[in-house]
C-alpha cells in the first residue's frame, strides 16, 4: 500500500505570502495529524481531523493556519500570510480507526518550509 | 508542566547495545511510541507500549513503567544503518494526539 505523501517536498516564500502544503493519507485511514518541527525543537501537534471534520485543532498557532479536509481523503494546510517563524518542517501523519488513541501512525517525509 | 526528556545524541560501535531513555510528565497517557528519523525522511513506527513490561521486535526492544514516567528503547547488535534519530512520543489522548521529546541522535561508528 502506499504510504502517507506530502507536496511540496520543499518551499521557499517570502514573508507576507501564501503556501499550501498537500497531504495524501494512507488510503482508508480516517485520522489525519498534522504537527510542525521549528528548527532546534521537538515535533509539535498542530491538528487532528477523523474523516473530514476537525476532531482538534488545539495546536494551531493562530488564524493564519488554515486546515481543511474536503471529502474526508486528502488534506490541506494553507498559512497566509506567511510569517518568519513559520519555517519549519510539516509532518503529515494518519491512522486508521478513530477512537484508538494507541493506534500507530504512518508518516509522511513532511514538507520544509522556509519564510525569508 | 508537560515535558518528555530524551538524551540529545548517543555514540555507539557498531555491533554493540545502546538504550534510550525516555522520562515524561504528560496530561494524558494512551500508549508511548518509538519512531526512528533518518535525516529529511518520514519518522517510521519501531513499537509501542500501552502496559507496563518489555515489548521485544526483532533488535528493537522497548519498557515501559507508568509509574514512574520512564521508557526505554534498547536496541541490539547496532548496525551502520541504525545511526538516525529516535522520537520518543506519548498519545496524550483517546484520539491519538501525540506529544514528541526532542529526539535523541544515535551514531554508530565502525
Known amino acids: 500500500e502506499a504510504g502517507v505523501t506530502q507536496f511540496p517536498s520543499h518551499s521557499v516564500i517570502e514573508k507576507g505570502q501564501t503556501v499550501t502544503l498537500r497531504c495524501d493519507p494512507i488510503?482508508?485511514?480516517?485520522?489525519l495529524y498534522w504537527y510542525r518541527r521549528v528548527m532546534g525543537k521537538e515535533i509539535k501537534f498542530l491538528l487532528h481531523?477523523?474523516?473530514?471534520?476537525?476532531?482538534?485543532e488545539s495546536g494551531m498557532p493562530n488564524n493564519r493556519f488554515l486546515a481543511e479536509r474536503t471529502g474526508g481523503t486528502y488534506s490541506t494546510l494553507k498559512v497566509q500570510p506567511a510569517e518568519l517563524e513559520d519555517s519549519g518542517v510539516y509532518f503529515c501523519?494518519?491512522?486508521?480507526?478513530?477512537?484508538?488513541?494507541?493506534?500507530?501512525?504512518?508518516f509522511g517525509p513532511g514538507t520544509r518550509l522556509t519564510v525569508l | 508542566g508537560q515535558n518528555i526528556d530524551q538524551p540529545t545524541e548517543m555514540t555507539a560501535t557498531e555491533g554493540a547495545i545502546v538504550q534510550i531513555n525516555c522520562t515524561y510528565q504528560?496530561?494524558?497517557?494512551?500508549?508511548l511510541f518509538w519512531y526512528q528519523q533518518h535525516a529529511g525522511e518520514a519518522p517510521t513506527f519501531l513499537s509501542y507500549?500501552?502496559?507496563?513490561g518489555l515489548e521485544e521486535k526483532g533488535r528493537f526492544s522497548s519498557f515501559l513503567s507508568r509509574s514512574k514516567g520512564y521508557s526505554y528503547l534498547l536496541l541490539k547488535e547496532l548496525q551502520m544503518k541504525d545511526s538516525a534519530s529516535y522520537l520518543c512520543?506519548?498519545?496524550?489522548?483517546?484520539?491519538?494526539?501525540?506529544?514528541f521529546g526532542a529526539g535523541t541522535q544515535v551514531v554508530v561508528t565502525p
Open positions: 507500549n500501552v502496559l507496563d
Open positions: 512520543a506519548v498519545s496524550t489522548d483517546s484520539w491519538g494526539k501525540f506529544q
Open positions: 481531523f477523523v474523516k473530514e471534520s476537525k476532531q482538534d
Open positions: 501523519a494518519s491512522s486508521r480507526e478513530y477512537g484508538r488513541g494507541f493506534d500507530e501512525q504512518f
Open positions: 488510503s482508508g485511514h480516517d485520522n
Open positions: 504528560t496530561s494524558g497517557f494512551n500508549g
